[in-house]
């Protein structure tokens, strides 16, 4: 279960202090070049310590690449990745009640306080960087193969939705000790058309369970999303409402999806110290999209099964 | 993909206009009393012709067993239901061009025309009817290990929330040869905590995933979803705006889970003939509880695997 | 796991004494033309009541077929087919004690006395005939892509390896109220190269774990199998003692892989009535070819993955 | 498909030559006690350099764990364990032409020239020193809960079957720059019944696929296997041939599965330099006894689904 995919195979593993995290991914193809300037770029995007309204946390977010890649080409077999954690500041987290709004007590329920809980330990947002990996290497291979670009934006932070004031909000809601969750848009553009199931994989299914394992995420939509549920049909028939995605097929027009991320639970108005973002949603944007990528890639796959029977 | 679940394992097939659609059902626990009135009664409440309100067409939806239930209790081999489909118009559908908002066009593009596409076909809306079947064994499986009692509501119709007004919305679209979309609402009590993994397969996964299966379901949210992007954590760590699920993982209160249904693409204003309902939110309802009943017993096998090592 | 196959997904149902038996096969191709008398001939290569030496029971054994194919053309969605049970016998096999050999003592430590055992139930060697069914659907597609040819051959009934001589040797064990079991050999010719894993899912692991859950197989071997274990590597390096599979994957050279199916354990000399093969090994033959035909499918669907990125 | 399992999940990587090789184990249960000790005298079982048959080459095969296990004591969370290459001497397999009985021919198929083959790369005997890894870990599970004992023995190392001549024939084969085959033998004691399914996940599928993934694996058989070709059932129904598993289900007998391990095919007769053994087989059988236990461990999770419904 720390498993996903049909045939794209990722498997994720670490704790926020223990050794090093990381993420394997099988079934990726050979032959494909790897752009280690790219990988470091999408990393730097998750990193944080980008601003002042970042968390002063130091994660350098290196990833060591253990196999399935030599001289920066895909081998074909699976590509494992990891990060070493260095410098975590153990004590912060030493003794702490279960915090509101955190997996602390679930983790509890789980696994009878055997968990490494000190930063989140495996439910930790930081977690999510082998994602940005993974995510990275699957927009090289759509990028190659389809042409496929896939970029998200915020749309949301609290009630702002102008982009030029996210910033701004963020500054407020630091001062008071809160935190601010927001919105989230990706689009996929050139996506191949057919990808995706009538059922049960459906391609809104697929992408909807990779983006609801992003710690944070609370809900997920696709095209107009909610909204559809106030138009008319005769309105909803129209232009790309339904996001690229009809019978939970692609059908080559742009892909949209939209998750909201809920504020960072750990706030010093609730007593929590340690340095913690105010809110989390520019870092959460690599993530979102390597989510999409990863989903699209792991459909592609699936969808050239048919391939010596139907040209 | 036409298969589902990790430990329950569901298996759907048919097509609208095909000689019976149906669903296997493997990893069914034995000695289950399997009541038939409720079974019969979960189908009713998905099955058309109900009012006025409601399409016309006549599709009895009574659930034939073909395996691993005997004397109406379950044998722990695969259950396998099927629905004899009947009384079809074909005539309705012929030659009808690619309509817009359904899944016409993708069904031709990945199945190179081939898919019997009357009445939808594998993409109609009657599939989930197997889905109903599925989720009322489930639903009477948790029951009997957990007391968990499954409910849904509808909290929007289009624009409208008050309840009493939800016919008269409906009605009026279908005047204007219109349809409409809505909101469905579905609670879980006494659900076990620590169901869901902290990654890949968090029960928000796993549930969104058997959902976003299910035609019109555009868009999921858990807890106060998408509003949680608006608050603050300070708001958001309080109450259960979790909806049930911390870290992916089940804390034992009411899991809340809310789907947007977009309006039904066929519509008369659109030119497409035949018999269609003008809102499908009503008979949606229960295949949205079944998908949330389905997921939590397919979560509460995998939760078992721990219990020689840990009490 | 009532259910197989990473791409190619089967979910198999029934009891030898319920309303019908079936399987589902999901993800196969369309626009495949089935030959129904192909169909009908492999299920009659399993069905009993051929010769003398074979059980007087009566299965027709004819498949319906529920979805996924239309005017003889596969559809692209799930094919379900079933084979409804009629005429059985279920008071010989009322009462009766576990049987030794049998999977009576198995069934009951796993679902507590709730599986209808009459005619072994699930466990009935009879589930296999919906496995020739998936199997001819697989070879027909097999046979169209890459010509790829799957045929099987008994290579020895007990101690005797002269094939005129099978028949005397299993009217003898008859006589004595014993049975006989075999060896069955099966040669794929026109495998297309680069099949299979190296790791987990090697092209001798997918076809042996489809091997493995048919009745009666207590031994998989490929290509020389355990006479390799007397070879040196300077013999065994030569030919195809590999049997067409080099670290997993498959060369294009005839895959050979053979299985021992034990002697029936239902003999009258242990006081089981009813009518009972001496040797199910004839009938056996088309089971093992399909399970060969469906494992090499799906890996043929696996290994499309690569194909937009390497031609 | 370089994972394995359905409720434990194992995900393998790494290359020969590459920085490290290593594996993923998701699913195992916390509170588990793991003895350091213990694991890394399994690793020495498998590692070379134990004496004048064995390759001169230097593996230290230390496991440095990444994650999941803390103080000895497991998480719950996936644990990760990785063994670092050094010393390869990569000159010794430059520009090899494919090499028979390896892979070399096949990987070129797949990947198309683009694995790192130095040292067979992915296809390596080595990748399976993480199984073994991973196999102490199902161990120490399986002992922990069941008193389980997983025990394997060499029973025929080429022609002989007197286990204390079978070192001299491997100095003869040596001398012969030849390498010999052989069979090994492992049982389990102390099984739980009930684990396995009748179909599909059948006790021997599951064991033989994670057997066949090891390479030079060319059999797998169940009790007394092929040998029960040759029985009468009158005899077959005797005793413990059946291995412990009726039906696809433990019964709680001791479970005995047996494979053959061809020779290596690295033999100075066919012109191959470098360092190998002249018989791998006494290093495998810590390789085969690790896939049962861990073919056992997932298997005894899968089967704790029904407790919450039947004690």
Redesign the interface.
Known sequence: ????G??L???????SH?????I?I??Y????VIDADFIASEMARRAPGQGSHITARKEADHV?????I?DN????????G?ITNTGQHSDDYKNIPFR????D???F????G???MRGS???SGR?TAPLVFAGALAKI?LK???NTEINGKIV?I??ETDETKFMDSIDA?KK?G??????IEVAAVNVP??LG??????A???I??????V?A??????????N???????E???DN???G????????KPLIVRV????????A??GVTGRHDPCIVPRALPVIEACAALALLDL???????????K
């Open positions: 279960m720390n498993t996903w049909n045939v195979k990722l498997s994720i593993f670490g704790e223990g050794p090093a995290i990381g394997t099988g079934g193809p050979p032959g494909i060591q690449i253990l196999s399935g030599k080409v895909s081998e074909g077999s699976p590509i494992c990891i509101p709004g955190h997996a007590e679930t983790a329920i789980k696994y009878k055997f968990a490494d330990g495996h439910f977690i291979a190659k193969a389809f949301r609290a009630g809601a008071e809160d935190s601010l969750g927001g919105i058309g057919g199931e009538p059922f049960f994989t459906s809104e299914s697929h909807a369970e990779l983006l609801f394992s710690p995420v609370k809900g997920v939509e696709f095209g107009s999303g909610f559809m549920a106030e138009m008319k049909g005769s909803a028939n129209r409402h339904n996001g995605i009809l019978g939970g097929i692609t059908n080559g909201c991320i809920k504020p960072t639970p750990s706030i108005k609730d592609s796959f699936e969808a050239q099964r048919y391939s010596p029977w139907i």
